[in-house]
Each structure stands twice: as structure tokens, then as C-alpha cells.
């Protein structure tokens, strides 16, 4: 494989086309468009597939277990982008691990558009959790390298990105949503022509749009750490097949025991992770420094997501169960909701961005961004505990509630995510920058990976309890976070 230099694929790229901004950005801003749609589609009416009576066309499963299982697939999704990310470095190059991460995406789809069985749900979510790691930190990726690096359109680049995620996850779950009523098959299914749409936009525009951007293996496996790794990789497969067949049915591996295993390494990644950063030697002394201040930000990161990421469980049940779906004379359906995050974003983003230019000096700090995050996560779950405190938990409740509830979150979700990414950037050391995409995406899989069991101790009964202390421990983090961000700016070392 050739070497290109950065300036090299920067020119290869036309630079201009699509909003004055590189061509390229066409193709990757309806990629994830397109998978996002697929994504949180299928999200916005899993849940209810999953509880919902046979005779109803869903699985028969239990709430609670119906909950775990999407937090625990969320964890997966985001935790596989380890591995997605590696495989661009040293296997594929970015632009074909997008490619595949489509394809398995797309036939995960199919799968749970076709009326069957448990089997056929298991093999979509293993297609979708390896596609989703091939495919969204490394689209994300290639945004970056379509700018060179002092071109000041590249922030903005971002943002327009993201607007792109949201507007995907904004149309399906309204068009999913209306199509369970008659099936959840036929809702999986525009969830897959989805995604082949946004395959189809990625390889015909791919060669004009992209240029070179994409197409190199970075940092290619040599031939003796081929063999090893394909060994490690063989030894490790027949490894877990064997346990898996002994531990099934010796009912050791059952899902409670699966779901623990993954809580572990929600958190056990990310810690092995800083300590491998930490101590590698070609990690500097500021960054050592910087690695240490970003970890109270990871934390909080984990507790953002852990109460954003319940919006498609226990508020999708909450909104199911608890809240009155015929309002002003409409039947609303419950996976709508769903709409209500990334609309709020689409519509509060460019407000955000132009208020954080406004204040220039004078705006928050990265840490103290952070604390906002987590304080209006947490108030938007004491929000919600209100109308079981006013009306007790038999009456249905309004959904304006829900509604409020959701544009609480996104606020913190407007102080905490966009900054994120760029702060995971800015404090990763320069030897770990290929995969910061991915360091960042494992604090959404901690968060999801903790809520496979937090979400067990949701119950009408528990409701205010469960909302309160949860939300009464993100304030909590929240103030002390505010407290010690000055100490948090200093270990990182100059970084704005
Ligand atoms: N809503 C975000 C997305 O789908 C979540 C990912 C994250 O953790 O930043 O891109
Ligand atoms: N706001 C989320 C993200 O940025 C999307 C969602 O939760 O629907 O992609």
C-alpha cells in the first residue's frame, strides 16, 4: 500500500461542493444520515418488539428483560468500535471498513425484517454490533481527514456531521413508529432499505467525493504480526465456542451471568486503556498530565449517557405505559418520542454554537461544560419523578411531561457532546490519536453496559425512587465536578 501525506488526500478531496465545504462531505453526511436512520429506527420500536405479546406481533419477553437486552446491545454496539477502529488501522483502511460496516448493518436489518424467530433477532444483533463498529467511529473519522489541518471550516465540518446524525434519528422513528402499528417486521425493514440507500449514496459518490481519503491502511499489520494476531485470533475464537458449549448447558453462562461479563468490560476496556496510554513511552509528561484530567471528564461523560441512553428504554416504556397517547385528538405512538431528542438538537445546535462564539472568553470551561451536562441530565430525571409525586403512578400522564423531560437532556446534551469529541482529541496523546473516535464512543458503552443493570430496579412501584436517586447523583457529580474543574484545567496543560 502506497503512502499518501496528509496534504495529498486533503488535495484530492474537491474542496468545495457541498455547503462551501469539501465535496466529501456530501457522501459521509448521508452515509451516517442514512445508517443513523436505520440505527435509531430499529431502536425506536425494538423495545416494544421485544415486550409486546405474541398475539401482538412481538416477542413475548419480559419488560425488564426487554430493558437489559437494549441496554446491554447499545454497550455492544458502541464497545465494537474497538474493533472497528483497528481493523481500518491495520486491515481495511477507513473508506472499505464503512463499506462493510454497511453491508453487515443492512443484513442485520433483513434479519429482523423477516417474521421468525429468537435465532433470527440474536444473528441481527451480531450483525448490527459488528457493522456498527466498523462503521460509525471510522465515518467519523474520514470527516477529519477532509480538512487539512489548519483549514477553520473543520469544526464547523463536525457540527454539520452531527446535524446529519440527528436528522436521521429525528425521520425514522416518526415513519417506524406509524408502520408497527401494522407490523414491527415492516418497520425493520425500512430500517434495511435505509441503510441501502445510504450505501448506495457511499459507493457512488465515494471515488469523486473522498478522493484518497479513506483508502489508506495506516499503520498495516506486517506479515509476521499477521500470522500471530490471525493465531491469537483462532485461539481466542475456539476458546470462547468451547466455554460457550460447556457453559450453556451447564446453565453457567445464562443472561443475567452474560450481562454481568459485559458490565465488567464496559469498564475494564476503558481503564485498560488509560493505563496502556498512561504508561506507554511514547506518551509525554503533558500528556500523561492531560490523560489524568480526562478522566473525571470520562466519568462524566458515562453519566450523561447512562441517563440519555434511558430515553429509548425506560422512558420508551414510560411512554407505552405510564403516559396518555391520545392527545388533542391524535393517537400517538409511542416510539415518536423518539423523534424528540434529535429534533430539539437540530433545533437548539446552531443556538448553542452561536451563544458559545457570543461569550468567546467568557464561556464555560471543558470541565465546567461537562457539569452542565450531567446537572441538566439529572434535573431531567427529577422532572420526570414530578408526575408520580403530583398524581401517584396508576393515573396516565400527560406527555408534555415527557416532552420537557427530553428537552432538559438535550440542553446537557448540547453543553456535553459536541465538546466531547474535541476534548477526547485535544487530551488524547498523539501516538493514541487514531483511536480516539473510539476512546470516546466507549464512555456511551460504559454508560449502557451500567444501565443493563440499573434498569432492573425501574418498576411503577420504584418510579420515583429510581428517577430521584438517579437523578439526585448526576447533581451531586454535577456540583462537584464545578468544584474541582479549575484543578481539572490545570492538568490540562493549556488545552481550551
Ligand atoms: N447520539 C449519538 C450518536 O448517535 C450518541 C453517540 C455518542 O456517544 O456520542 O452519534
Ligand atoms: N442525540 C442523539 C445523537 O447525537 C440521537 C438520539 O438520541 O436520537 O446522535
Not at 451480531?126 to 469544526?155: C, Q
Not at 415513519?175 to 414491527?184: A, H, N, Q, R
Amino acid at each position: 500500500m502506497s503512502e499518501y501525506t496528509k496534504e495529498q488526500i486533503v488535495e484530492s478531496v474537491p474542496q468545495k461542493g457541498f455547503f462551501g465545504h469539501p465535496k466529501g462531505l456530501f457522501t459521509l453526511f448521508f452515509t451516517e444520515f442514512w445508517e443513523r436512520f436505520s440505527y435509531y429506527g430499529m431502536r425506536a420500536i425494538l423495545v416494544f418488539y421485544m415486550y409486546y405479546e405474541v398475539s401482538k406481533g412481538g416477542l413475548g419477553l419480559s419488560e425488564e428483560l426487554a430493558l437489559s437486552v437494549m441496554s446491554i446491545y447499545g454497550s455492544l454496539v458502541y464497545m465494537s468500535g474497538i474493533i472497528g477502529g483497528w481493523l481500518a488501522d491495520r486491515v481495511f483502511g477507513t473508506s472499505r471498513a464503512v463499506f462493510f460496516g454497511g453491508v453487515f448493518i443492512m443484513l442485520g436489518h433483513i434479519a429482523l425484517a423477516i417474521p421468525g424467530n429468537v435465532a433470527l433477532f440474536l444473528l441481527s444483533m451480531v450483525l448490527i454490533v459488528i457493522g456498527t463498529g466498523l462503521l460509525k467511529p471510522n465515518v467519523s473519522s474520514i470527516v477529519g481527514d477532509i480538512y487539512s489541518m489548519d483549514d477553520n471550516r473543520r469544526d464547523a465540518g463536525f457540527s454539520i456531521f452531527y446535524m446529519g446524525i440527528n436528522m436521521g434519528a429525528f425521520i425514522s422513528p416518526l415513519i417506524v413508529g406509524e408502520l408497527m402499528k401494522t407490523s414491527f417486521h415492516l418497520g425493520f425493514g425500512v430500517a434495511a432499505i435505509g441503510m441501502f440507500i445510504g450505501l448506495v449514496i457511499f459507493v457512488a459518490t465515494k471515488k469523486k467525493n473522498l478522493g484518497l481519503a479513506g483508502l489508506q491502511v495506516k499503520n498495516p499489520l506486517s506479515a509476521n504480526e499477521k500470522k500471530r494476531i490471525f493465531t491469537i485470533f483462532a485461539v481466542v475464537a475456539i476458546v470462547i465456542g468451547i466455554f460457550v458449549a460447556i457453559a450453556i448447558p451447564k446453565g453457567w453462562l445464562t443472561f443475567d451471568s452474560f450481562i454481568a461479563i459485559v458490565g465488567i468490560l464496559g469498564f475494564l476496556i476503558p481503564a485498560a486503556y488509560f493505563i496502556v496510554m498512561y504508561r506507554s513511552p511514547k506518551t509525554n509528561d503533558v500528556e500523561r498530565s492531560r490523560i489524568l484530567a480526562y478522566i473525571p471528564l470520562f466519568l462524566a461523560s458515562v453519566m450523561f449517557w447512562a441517563i440519555q441512553e434511558q430515553g429509548s428504554t425506560i422512558l420508551a416504556l414510560y411512554a407505552d405505559k405510564r403516559t396518555n397517547l391520545d392527545f388533542m385528538g391524535f393517537h400517538i405512538s409511542p416510539a415518536w418520542f423518539q423523534s424528540l431528542n434529535p429534533l430539539f438538537i437540530i433545533t437548539f445546535a446552531p443556538i448553542f454554537a452561536w451563544l458559545w462564539v457570543k461569550l468567546g472568553n467568557r464561556q464555560p470551561s471543558i470541565p465546567q461544560k461537562f457539569s452542565l451536562g450531567i446537572l441538566f441530565a439529572g434535573i431531567s430525571f427529577i422532572v420526570i419523578l414530578l408526575p408520580a409525586y403530583f398524581g401517584g403512578t396508576d393515573a396516565l400522564v400527560n406527555p408534555l411531561w415527557l416532552v420537557l423531560s427530553i428537552f432538559t437532556v438535550v440542553i446537557g446534551e448540547l453543553c456535553l457532546s459536541p465538546v466531547g469529541l474535541s476534548a477526547t482529541t485535544k487530551l488524547a496523546p498523539a501516538a493514541f490519536s487514531a483511536q480516539t473516535m473510539s476512546l470516546w464512543f466507549l464512555s456511551n458503552a460504559a454508560a449502557q453496559a451500567l444501565n443493563a443493570q440499573l434498569v432492573k430496579l425501574y418498576s411503577p412501584e420504584t418510579e420515583m425512587m429510581y428517577f430521584g436517586v438517579i437523578g439526585g447523583v448526576a447533581i451531586g457529580l454535577s456540583i462537584l465536578l464545578f468544584a474541582i474543574s479549575p484543578i481539572i484545567q490545570r492538568f490540562m496543560r493549556g488545552v481550551h
